[in-house]
Every structure is written in C-alpha cells, then in structure tokens.
C-alpha cells in the first residue's frame, strides 16, 4: 500500500507564493498519474493539478492555470505544487493523491478517480 505525506502548507499573504511538497513511499507510483486536489471549509474535494507518469500529460484547474506549477521527481518519489499569486480563495486543506492508471493521455480530475491520499495540509492566504 503507497503512502502519500504532503509538507509546505503555511500562512502566505495575499499574492504570495508557497511550495507544497508530497513524498510517496512504498510500491513505486512512478507510471502512475499524480495529482493534487483541495477543500475549501464546507466544500467537496475539487481538482486542482495532475500529471500523468510518463510526464507527457500535464493539466490544470481553471482557477489555478496561469499561477500553479505541478512537477514530479520521480528519483525521489515526490510530486511538488508551486503557487504563486496566491488569492483569498486559493485557502483550504491541500491534499496530494495518486492513481491507479497509466494511461497518459487521459485526464483525471474526479476525487472518485485516484486511490491513495496524503493526510492534506493547511494553506491560509491572509492580507
């Protein structure tokens, strides 16, 4: 069974920028599409970023196209959230998750649609 761990959450200022980092451990997610989703309070999971695991396919929530950065080091096993312009909306629990799918091509963006989870961490934007 994969373990997923995120670390980098924080406080960050309104236009700020934050680095979220996820270390994967146990069977090898590296052909495996990655991805990152978030939950804003009394709100559902949405999707937020995802690469598949050939790196070929890269892809993007429209709130966060333009300002956020998914990468994956796959010598390491981590997959990384760079965010920039941070907005007030941009605040929720950010969670890391991993698929069970190979296929390079398509794009998952349903929660419904990736099998392991990290335990979420907190980014607050404030003024």
């Known amino acids: 069974q994969a373990q997923l761990v995120e670390s980098g959450g924080g406080l960050v200022q309104f236009g700020g920028s934050l680095m979220l980092s996820c270390a994967a451990s146990?069977?090898?997610?590296?052909?495996?599409?990655m991805g990152w989703f978030r939950q804003a309070p009394g709100k559902g999971r949405v999707f937020v970023a995802a690469?598949?695991?050939?790196?070929?396919?890269?892809y993007y929530a429209d709130s966060v196209t333009g300002r956020f950065t998914i990468s994956r080091d796959k010598a390491k096993n981590t997959v990384a959230l760079q965010m920039s312009m941070l907005k007030y909306e941009d605040t929720a629990v950010y969670y890391c998750?991993?698929?069970?799918?190979?296929?390079?091509?398509?794009?998952?963006?349903?929660?419904?649609?990736?099998?392991?989870w990290g335990q979420g961490t907190q980014v607050t934007v404030s003024s």
């Open positions: 998750a991993a698929t069970e799918f190979e296929n390079d091509v398509y794009q998952y963006r349903s929660p419904q649609e990736y099998f392991y």
């Open positions: 690469m598949s695991g050939y790196g070929s396919n890269t």
């Open positions: 146990g069977p090898s997610l590296a052909t495996k599409t």
